[in-house]
């Protein structure tokens, strides 16, 4: 497996359609008539807060991805669907960021090595541009996990998120000071 960060136009699209399938797979959407699916109209997909890492297996097929926001003039995803908590958070004066679209090929989804890589090359890239506070939207079943694995907190729940269908989600937040040791290398 090799984990990179999203360069081309052509990789942008190759994570449109793994979202788009994995979302009409898991009834979060309809199929789209392009077969993409952009999360939040591609508010955060072209500007430089923005990193997506991209997970490719040993063929090079794309299998996962997972996009990193930092908090900007542009805003970032928690402030749609946890607005609250996010202004919340900014009020503290930390430097801020959210990880969003963490998304994994169905065939891949109980891989643990997929998740951990994707998330460590997160928590990387937050740690590397100075992240102090970090938010993290997931689907409530996973919230145990992170919060035993990154000392992550739930601050926020929804029952649905924009753009989807059926789909609720939990708002944790995490200090990078607090992050495991194991996570940071």
């Not at 109980?110 to 997160?122: D, K, V």
Request: with cysteine; glycine share 8%; hydrophobic share 35%.
């Amino acid at each position: 497996m090799i984990i990179r960060e999203l360069y081309t136009d052509e990789e942008r699209e190759q994570m449109y359609r793994l979202v788009h399938d994995e979302y009409v797979g898991a009834g979060y959407i309809d199929p789209q008539p392009d077969k993409r699916f952009v999360h939040y109209k591609g508010l955060w997909d072209n500007i430089s807060q923005t990193v997506t890492h991209l997970a490719y297996d040993d063929i090079g097929d794309l299998i996962g991805t997972n996009s990193l926001t930092r908090d900007s003039d542009t805003g970032i995803h928690t402030g749609i669907d946890f607005p609250k908590e996010t202004m919340r958070e900014r009020l503290t004066g930390k430097s801020l960021a959210s990880s969003w679209r963490i998304v994994t090929r169905s065939d891949q989804r109980n891989s643990a090595g997929l998740i951990c890589a994707l998330i460590r090359a997160t928590i990387q890239t937050m740690v590397t541009r100075g992240v102090e506070t970090s938010l993290f939207t997931f689907n409530p079943k996973h919230m145990c996990r992170y919060h035993l694995a990154l000392n992550m907190e739930m601050i926020g729940f929804n029952e649905s998120t924009q753009g989807l269908h059926g789909a609720p989600a939990v708002l944790m937040r995490a200090y990078t000071k607090d992050y495991p040791e194991r996570w940071l290398r």
